[in-house]
C-alpha cells in the first residue's frame, strides 16, 4: 500500500487538518456511498412529519456529505454542516439540487433554525481526539428535544493513535445513558476495511 502523502495539520480539531486531506483526495474515511443501515431507516419512514413539518435533521462533520440527497429525497428537511471548507466544496460539487443545504460551520457553534428530530452520526465522533466526547454528547443531547433521535455507525476500537479514534462500548454507554436510551445496536454489514468489524448501527432516542 502506498504511503499515505505528508501533511502539515496534525490536529484534527482545525479545519486546516481536514481541508489538506481533502484537497490531496486523502479520505479513507469515505465509503462513497450511503451505509446500508441508514438507507433501510430512511426507507422504513421511522421519521414522520410533525404537525405537517418534514422532520428536521442534521447531518454534523458530514464531509462528502452523500447521506445528504436520500435525506433530502425523502422530505425530510435536512441539513449536513462541515467545518472545512474543501469538504463543503466538496459536498457540494456532489449534492446537485441539494448543495444549498450544505453549511459551512462548526458542530459546537452551529444553531439549527428549528429543533432537531434525528442528528445523524457518520465518522464524525469518531474523528474526534477522546478529550472532545464529553462536548460532543453535550452537543447532541441540546440539539435534539425529548424523542430526538441520533443514529448512525459508531466506531468501537482501543488504539491510541487516530482518527479514526475508537471508543469502549461502556464509556459511550456511560457518556450517552444520562440524555439517551439506546433503541438499536446492530453490525454493520458494509463496512469499509478502515471500519469493519469494528463498528454498529445504532439509535439514540433522547430521554
Ligand atoms: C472522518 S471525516 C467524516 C466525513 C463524513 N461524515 C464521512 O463519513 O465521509 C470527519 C469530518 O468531520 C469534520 N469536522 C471535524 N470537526 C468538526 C467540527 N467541529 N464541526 C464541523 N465539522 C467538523 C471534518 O472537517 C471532516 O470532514
Redesign the pocket.
Known sequence: MAAPPAFSSRD??S?RF?DER?ERAF?P???GEVPLALRRFVAAGQLAAVAGQPPAVL????????ELALMCEAGWDATA????RE?VARARALAGPWADRIVQ????A?APPRPLDLVVE???F???PPARRPDVARRWAELLGQGGLLAGCFYFDDAAKG??FGIARAELDALLTPAFECVADEAVEDSIPVFAGKERWMIWRRR
Open positions: 484534527p480539531l479545519p481536514w481533502f479520505t474515511w469515505e465509503r447531518l454534523p462533520g458530514c464531509g462528502s456529505a452523500r454542516i462541515d467545518f472545512s469538504a460551520a462548526d458542530f459546537f452551529y457518520q465518522a464524525f469518531c474523528a474526534l482518527p479514526p
